[in-house]
């Protein structure tokens, strides 16, 4: 069956740096375009960083661009999310997306990062 799991993910201090990771199984990885979210308490989902299936094309939002960088290694089917310099605002659950026009949408469980002194 299709899974992904993010690891990676804890408490960190203000400034420091954290590398989520999505090991994705039960589907063809290369064919997906692969997200990470984010969803703070009380607020909704947002998109944080994509990547399209060949990894050609990145894209971030505003609030972590030139601080997060997501990658992908489809020989190992896992995506990657570096993100550095780490504010109290980051503070969410993350979750990896694969994203497919043809072929569907799935979601990980998530994996909770806290950024606090």
């Known amino acids: 069956q299709v899974q992904l799991v993010e690891s990676g993910g804890g408490l960190v201090q203000p400034g420091g740096s954290l590398r989520l990771s999505c090991a994705a199984s039960g589907f063809t990885f290369s064919r997906y375009s692969m997200n990470w979210y984010r969803q703070a308490p009380g607020k909704e989902r947002e998109l944080v960083a994509g990547i399209t299936s060949t990894g050609g094309t990145t894209n971030y939002a505003d609030s972590v661009k030139g601080r997060f960088t997501i990658s992908r290694d489809n020989a190992k089917n896992t995506v990657y999310l570096q993100m550095n310099s780490l504010k109290p605002e980051d503070t969410a659950v993350y979750y990896c997306?694969?994203?497919?026009?043809?072929?569907?949408?799935?979601w990980g469980q998530g994996t909770q990062v806290t950024v606090s002194s």
């Open positions: 997306n694969a994203s497919s026009r043809a072929w569907g949408n799935y």
